[in-house]
């Protein structure tokens, strides 16, 4: 099914309003090898499980647009989010810088606390100043609508949840464009409004390339959906309903069915992603459009989340906040017609600090010195390329915790004082047996590694 501007149902309180139509270019901007950049749709799940698609063995139930766009493209099975909570891991991906070096490591103590800083470059700084047209449009989660707003940040056009904590409400009576807080009805659901956005974005009538940094808040708590939705769901699965909606301090809503909602949350973003995807090829951009999906996390365990009952880390150790395998290894599909090759699984290990180079080359700029991430165009593109010799992790909440993969060798330190637990990824992918006594030379060398993985912050200590 195609999208097109004049029959997609407004919400009620949610205009589409023209979007910014003039470029900025700065002096940021490199000669662009191609003269015909393709289009970027990026686009981010919310707290979506290594094991929450079909394409990734869900089987509770079905992804079919997003497994599409994986027989179409590439689906990767050793993709890392930023880190294992969401605005830092959305820091890494749009600036280029693990958490041991980005300037946001935790999701901060307030609705706006710890914003990207004015100079925090993004990727979106530099295809706005290459000459694309940028839009950020959904859970943003990197600043207010003054300090490390979108505009400071890159993008021409936004509309959305600005903090991660307003993004906890998925019916809401406001939302942001270009950081100007306008009124919505709470009879809408957010994310149909993202997709309304998203696909009056993409068809603009505009000569240059877009870059659509596309951000749902499924399947994050609060575990709220439309009927519609949910009503495929109710009474199929055993339900232990979440009791006192807010009362309990959480600050979440749900449904009295929240594995009902958390499917139809999940099968709902599908759809419309499909949708968009639809679009794209209705518009005969396929081979102009490199789409990219991921999500910023492991799974959830608020508001009646339960990734125990839908094998929601795939099988891998943890969920959200933790840093074993499951709370930080995310599904994350490439397809671009014509250059990705499609129906090919990667297991070459990315993370989200990669997505800047990556993009700056599919771009045709010069990726700026100083980044953690290196662009992994040469693997979207079914070529072979050099690994990380190392990924780095660290998270700041109930205490420091750091993780390091290197190659096969996965390393954790559950607290600042306890020592390195090793796991070898190709024969414990789960984690379940800790070799770090049998294995002293690889975890000198990690803990060699460790010495220079990071800087100090005096906003996230080594507590």
């Not at 998925?170 to 994310?191: C, E, G, I, M, W």
């Not at 990667?346 to 080359?361: I, Q, R, V």
Request: hydrophobic content about 40%; overall charge neutral; glycine content about 10%.
């Amino acid at each position: 099914m195609s999208i097109h501007v004049a029959t997609v149902v407004r919400l009620r309180g949610i205009g589409i309003l023209g979007l910014l139509a003039a470029g900025i270019y700065g002096s940021m901007a490199a000669a662009q090898v191609s003269p015909t950049p393709p289009n970027i749709l990026l686009i981010q799940a919310d707290d979506l499980g290594y094991g929450d698609l079909s394409a990734y063995g869900q089987t509770h139930f079905q992804t079919p647009s997003l497994d599409k766009l994986a027989r179409e493209g590439m689906r990767f099975t050793n993709y890392y989010a930023g880190t294992t909570v969401c605005a830092p891991s959305r820091a890494a991906l749009l600036t280029g810088l693990h958490t041991g070096h980005t300037w946001i490591r935790g999701n901060g103590g307030n609705a706006t606390d710890v914003p990207l800083r004015d100079e925090d470059v993004t990727i979106g700084t530099r295809l706005r100043d290459a000459g694309y047209r940028t839009a950020v449009i959904g859970k943003w989660g990197l600043g207010g609508p003054d300090q490390g707003s979108p505009a400071r940040k890159g993008f021409e056009y936004s509309f959305g949840f600005l903090n991660q904590t307003h993004a906890h409400e998925q019916y809401t009576d406001h939302l942001f464009r270009n950081s100007v807080s306008v009124p919505v009805s709470t009879k809408d659901y957010a994310n149909d409004a993202f997709t309304t956005e998203a696909a009056a974005f993409i068809e603009k009538n505009d000569p240059k390339p877009f870059f659509l940094y596309l951000n749902y808040t499924a399947p994050h708590a609060e575990l709220l959906v439309p009927e519609d939705s949910i009503a495929p769901f109710r009474g199929k699965f055993p339900e232990k309903p979440f009791v006192n909606p807010r009362a309990d301090g959480s600050g979440y809503r749900s449904q009295p069915a929240p594995h009902a909602a958390y499917a139809a949350m999940i099968t709902r973003m599908d759809r419309d992603i499909g949708r968009l995807v639809d679009l794209v090829h209705a518009r005969n951009l396929d081979r102009r459009t490199l789409i990219l999906f991921m999500s910023d996390n492991g799974p959830h365990v608020e508001a009646g989340g339960d990734p125990a009952f839908f094998n929601s880390s795939g099988g891998l150790r943890g969920v959200k906040r933790d840093m074993y395998e499951g709370g930080i290894r995310v599904p994350m599909i490439a397809r671009w017609t014509g250059t990705v090759p499609a129906g090919r699984t990667s297991a070459f290990a990315a993370a989200h600090w990669d997505m800047f180079p990556t993009l700056a080359e599919v771009a045709g700029l010069r990726t700026p010195s100083g980044l953690d991430g290196m662009s992994i165009l040469r693997t979207l593109r079914g070529q072979q390329q050099p690994a990380h010799d190392f990924l780095y992790w660290e998270f700041h909440e109930g205490g420091f915790r750091q993780a390091v993969r290197m190659g096969a060798w996965k390393a954790v330190r559950v607290a600042k004082d306890k020592p390195l637990e090793l796991y070898n990824l190709d024969t414990d992918l789960r984690e379940e047996h800790d070799v770090a006594g049998q294995q002293p030379a690889v975890v000198a060398k990690i803990e060699a590694y460790l010495k220079t993985a990071r800087v100090e912050s005096a906003r996230w200590p080594v507590e």
